[in-house]
């Protein structure tokens, strides 16, 4: 698809003067007025306003966490092919503004629920660098016990529910984690994160048609990085509008590109959803690398695309300009936060390299309920077998 055709939060605690030696602001929680870069274009619903309200602490937090996500993602793909990760690899460099946005309009009490690349969700929702290179690498320390791999990472304590490997079918689990927030009253929401090659499944929209029927706090997010592995959207969807989808489910396209718009999309959306029901926010966003490490990502689209879109569109760069020209930070300062960065996924990818590998039993747990499915028996069961750990 030719460049023409696209529309032009591991968050650690700290504060800016930790970052930078100097005072970067007066008052780092100063409020600070932006308007994002683009117009929302709703259906259905009255759009969101373009002017969002920051601090100089919180943009700093968006440069460096979407920073870690970029070079965690760069370095995953590095030990891919030093083969130290197998099987499916998923990376979701370009799309950072997505994870950091929505964390920067929810709670940790509201769920999040996706496809198979989610290592920065993952991270956004609290998830550590060990976690994740342990989980890539198989290992012990993952967030899965080296269990889940690439595809399935998972934090339930902080209301991320993975993490999934087929097409679509977490849309309908998300729907169903908002039918229990609905039952417990319980004032969160779930957003149940999708690509635009899902987008045509129909699981999705018999969850979306249950959704409204029931008023359920559902928000479906459409991740359009405008390619379904190797097909172009216009080439699979008849109508590539994916926020109009829902038909009598409000919806809303967001540039998912600009971090602000993000924040600000996902906080109208949780005050919609529990209000009035579903909505389907579809975030205008792009992947850098191919869909998987199998994938160069070059043979549907053009270098001069990729390239046209980190100059104009890329989420950090638009929050580093942001920094600079209010002031809050200098060039240099950005620069040694992108070292520290560096380090820290350095350090991170060590540790993992030194965790250990599952023990071979390992297979046999989180298969059945407690005290079930421990025997094995032979073929008239009548001689036990083996008793598994």
Avoid at 131 to 153: A, N, P, W
Wanted: proline share 4%; charged share 25%.
């Amino acid at each position: 698809m030719a460049l023409s055709r696209l529309s032009s939060s591991s968050f650690k605690p700290f504060s800016a003067a930790s970052i930078f030696n100097r005072p970067i602001s007066s008052d780092t929680t100063a409020s600070l007025t932006i308007e994002t870069s683009l117009p929302f274009t709703a259906h259905n619903c009255d759009p969101p306003s373009r002017s969002v309200t920051t601090s100089p602490s919180e943009l700093i937090q968006f440069f460096r966490t979407m920073a870690l996500m970029r070079r965690m993602e760069i370095a995953a793909d590095s030990l891919y092919k030093a083969k130290l990760i197998r099987g499916f690899c998923h990376l979701y460099d370009g799309q950072e503004a997505v994870a950091v946005g929505m964390e920067a309009g929810t709670t940790k009490k509201d769920c999040i629920i996706t496809a198979y690349r989610d290592h920065c969700t993952f991270l956004g929702r609290g998830g550590t660098l060990l976690e994740v290179y342990s989980e890539l690498m198989g290992r012990r320390d993952g967030c899965s016990k080296g269990k889940g791999g690439s595809m399935h990472f998972y934090k339930k304590d902080s209301g991320f529910y993975g993490g999934h490997g087929i097409v679509g079918a977490q849309v309908p689990l998300g729907c169903g984690l908002a039918f229990g927030q609905k039952y417990l009253k319980d004032e969160s929401v779930t957003f149940a994160l999708y690509g635009d090659g899902a987008a045509n499944q129909g699981q999705l929209f018999e969850a979306l048609n249950i959704a409204a029927l029931w008023d359920l706090p559902a928000i479906l997010v459409c991740e359009n990085n405008h390619y379904g592995m190797g097909t172009a959207e216009w080439r699979a969807a008849k109508s590539p509008a994916y926020y109009k989808r829902g038909d009598y489910v409000p919806g809303l396209k967001v540039d998912g590109m600009d971090v602000l718009a993000v924040k600000q999309a996902c906080k109208f959306a949780k005050e919609h959803a529990l209000k009035n029901g579903p909505l389907i926010l579809e975030m205008d966003t792009y992947r850098y690398h191919g869909h998987s490490m199998s994938d160069p990502g070059s043979t549907y689209r053009t270098r001069d695309e990729v390239s046209g879109v980190r100059q104009e569109r890329d989420p950090i760069e638009r929050v580093r300009k942001l920094l600079l020209s209010h002031d809050i930070a200098t060039e240099k300062e950005l620069k040694d936060t992108e070292k520290e960065v560096r380090k820290e996924v350095d350090e991170a990818i060590a540790k993992a390299k030194d965790s250990p590998m599952p023990d071979p039993s390992d297979l046999f747990t989180n298969v059945y309920a407690k005290g079930y499915g421990v025997e094995a028996f032979g073929v008239d069961r009548k001689e036990v077998r083996v008793t598994l750990p």
